[in-house]
């Protein structure tokens, strides 16, 4: 064989293989390009999700807030009602008291001089 024929054997050996090697860095770069859509579908869910999960918990702080201010308020209102019971038996104490001096007295009149 030619040197020249040699020589276009293997230069059409080296474009072939160059071609090969660049079809199949296109065909990985395609592949990683599928992966790379793939994980950004992924992430925009979960984002979606992670933005759900940020409402349900706006929403349940929300009423947890809600459900304390209530149960201040029905504390507050009970410690209200059992002062002024303490303060209404006192004072129903203390007019027994009142009574039974009043019916001592009619009872024991003073000794008049």
Do not use: F
């Amino acid at each position: 064989m030619p040197e020249w024929a040699s020589a276009a054997v293997s230069l059409a050996s080296l474009i072939l293989s160059a071609a090969l090697v660049v079809a199949n860095n296109l065909r990985q770069a395609a592949r990683n390009a599928e992966k790379v859509d793939g994980t950004l579908r992924l992430a925009g869910e979960a984002k979606k999700i992670a933005l759900d999960a940020h409402t349900r918990i706006e929403t349940a702080n929300a009423a947890a807030s809600l459900y304390r201010e209530m149960i201040a308020r029905e504390m507050v209102g009970k410690v209200e009602v059992r002062e002024m019971e303490a303060r209404i038996m006192a004072a129903i104490d203390k007019l027994g008291e009142r009574v039974d001096r009043v019916y001592e007295a009619a009872r024991h009149p003073p000794a008049t001089p």
